[in-house]
């Protein structure tokens, strides 16, 4: 595993809709987030992260599912679409991604670990779940999966100091 990034993303939406506008200005993703590499993604609001989430594919797919699901198999999508207009979007990816691995877990199993490792440091660092977190897998974590979310999550605290 090799996480890189973040690329920061701004996101201005309604409960229908979305536009991203990337560092550059851009109303995109590119390179490595339209490639099936596996991602974390991070939705923050004034630096606070308020949804963590993994996939495999590209993110432009993943935002569509988030925006448009009604329930279809007990997936309602992203709840803070319902609430307020605007949001930070971070994405980290695995430029090393491992094809399977041991017990048959699929590659992007790395990445969901990694998501459960922030997702607890940020229960333990704040007393409190991400606002909106609705679900979380879990696998065995090693050293350099509790490494990456403590990089991940000190960025976050970075992102409030400057602010």
Known sequence: MNLQGPARFKVKYTPEEKAI????????????????KPKLYIFSRDGVPIYVGATVRSMSSRLATGWTAEGKGGYYGYGFRHEGSAVDL???YDSDPVKLREDGKRSGSDIETVEAEVVYLLRHRTGQWPAYQT??????SNA??????ERIVDFFEEVRRIR
């Open 90 to 92: 971070d994405v980290w």
């Open 135 to 140: 679900e979380i897998h879990f696998y065995q």
């Open 21 to 36: 506008t990337c560092e550059k200005g851009l109303p995109k993703f590119s390179g490595e987030m339209t490639s099936k």
């Open 144 to 149: 350099d999966h509790r490494e990456s979310a």
